[in-house]
């Protein structure tokens, strides 16, 4: 069993930078891909960026490519993050972290992950 937590959304200007975090409350994430979504009001849910277990590989929704990084701390082996610059008011969302089964790859599909956190709120004004 994995409890993920988000934390970092906050109300920020466009062109501003927020890092969000996803720590493992219980588990480990250190063998998982893990990935960051987000739902902005009255749409569905999108793939935003995913990483590897062991960090070599990273994924990126086409929007997001040269202004978002994810990255994972497997030191600790209990963090993934996403830096988000040069934000946009339709970076607006509640932003998830989600973690796939042990030892799969990456994936961009909703249906590719077993758990997710309750989600942290980012919001960028014009």
């Known amino acids: 069993q994995v409890q993920l937590v988000e934390s970092g959304g906050r109300l920020v200007q466009a062109g501003g930078s927020l890092r969000l975090s996803c720590a493992a409350s219980e588990g480990t994430i250190s063998s998982r891909a893990m990935g960051w979504f987000r739902q902005a009001p009255g749409k569905a849910r999108e793939f935003v960026a995913a990483?590897?277990?062991?960090?070599?590989?990273?994924?990126y929704m086409d929007s997001v490519k040269g202004r978002f990084t994810i990255s994972r701390d497997n030191a600790a082996k209990t963090t993934v993050y996403l830096q988000m610059n040069s934000l946009k008011p339709e970076d607006t969302a509640v932003y998830y972290c989600a973690a796939r089964k042990p030892f799969l790859g990456i994936s961009e599909i909703l249906g590719g992950y077993d758990y997710w956190g309750q989600g942290t709120q980012v919001t960028v004004s014009s």
């Open positions: 990483i590897s277990g062991n960090g070599a590989t990273t994924s």
